[in-house]
C-alpha cells in the first residue's frame, strides 16, 4: 500500500511568491495533519483535518498560511507571500480515527523542504 | 497542558550493547505514548504505542518501551544497538480523547561500530 505523497520534494523560491506544497493521505485515513519542522523550533503541529473539514488551525503562524482539503485523496498547504523565515521541512500525515480512541498512529510523508531566499 | 520531555539531546552507544532513550511526559487523564524514527530526509515512522495493559511493549526492529506511570516515564529501549539504528528518536504523548500529539525534541542516537 502506497504511503503519504508529498509534492515537491524540494522547492527554492523567492520571497513574496506564493507556495503550494501537496499531499495526498493514504487511501481510508480519515485524519489529515501538517507539521512543519525546524531546528530551532522542532515538529509543530500547523493544522488538522477529520474527515475533510478543518478542526484546528491554531498552529497555523498567520494569515499568510492556508490549508484545505477538498476531499479525502488531496490535501493543499499555501504560503502566499512566502518570507525567508518560512523555510523548513513541511510533513503531512495521516491516521485513520474510528472515533471511540484515537490510538492510531500517524503515517508521515517524507516531507517538503521549502528554501525560501 | 501536555509536555513530552526527552532529556538527552544525542545518545552514543557502541554496537552491540544495549541502548535506553529516555521520555518524559505530562498529561491530564490517561496517556497515549509513541515512539518515532526519523532517518534522514525521510518522515518520522512509527516505532511502537503504548495505549493500555502490558507496561512492555514491543515494536519495530527490536525496539521495546517502558511504561511508568509513577514515573510518568516511556524510555524506548533495545538489547543489542545496531549501527543501522543511528536516527533521530522522538516521543510522542496524546491523552485520550484528543487529537493533538504533541511530539518531544527528539533525541539523535549515534550507534558506532
Known amino acids: 500500500d502506497a504511503g503519504v505523497i508529498q509534492s515537491p520534494r524540494h522547492e527554492v523560491t523567492e520571497m513574496g511568491q506564493e507556495v503550494t506544497l501537496r499531499c495526498k493521505p493514504i487511501s481510508g485515513h480519515n485524519s489529515l495533519f501538517w507539521y512543519r519542522q525546524t531546528m530551532m523550533r522542532g515538529l509543530e503541529l500547523l493544522i488538522y483535518f477529520n474527515n475533510n473539514v478543518p478542526i484546528d488551525d491554531s498552529g497555523m503562524p498567520e494569515d499568510r498560511f492556508s490549508a484545505k482539503m477538498p476531499n479525502a485523496s488531496f490535501s493543499t498547504l499555501k504560503i502566499q507571500p512566502s518570507e525567508p523565515r518560512d523555510s523548513a521541512v513541511y510533513f503531512c500525515a495521516s491516521s485513520f480515527d474510528a472515533g471511540r480512541g484515537l490510538d492510531q498512529p500517524q503515517h508521515f510523508g517524507d516531507g517538503t523542504r521549502l528554501s525560501i531566499l | 497542558a501536555q509536555s513530552v520531555a526527552q532529556p538527552e539531546d544525542q545518545v552514543n552507544v557502541a554496537e552491540g550493547n544495549p541502548l535506553t532513550v529516555k521520555c518524559t511526559y505530562s498529561?491530564?487523564?490517561?496517556?497515549?505514548l509513541f515512539w518515532y524514527v526519523q532517518y534522514p530526509n525521510r518522515g518520522l515512522q512509527f516505532l511502537l504505542k503504548y495505549i493500555t495493559g502490558d507496561n512492555l511493549v514491543k515494536g519495530s526492529y527490536g525496539f521495546e518501551a517502558e511504561f511508568n506511570k509513577s514515573q510518568t516515564s516511556f524510555h524506548l529501549k533495545k538489547p543489542s544497538a545496531l549501527v543501522s539504528d543511528s536516527a533521530l528518536y522522538f516521543c510522542?504523548?496524546?491523552?485520550?480523547?484528543?487529537?493533538?500529539?504533541?511530539f518531544g525534541a527528539g533525541t539523535r542516537l549515534f550507534v558506532k561500530a
Open positions: 498529561v491530564s487523564g490517561n496517556p497515549y
Open positions: 510522542a504523548v496524546r491523552n485520550t480523547g484528543g487529537f493533538k500529539t504533541i
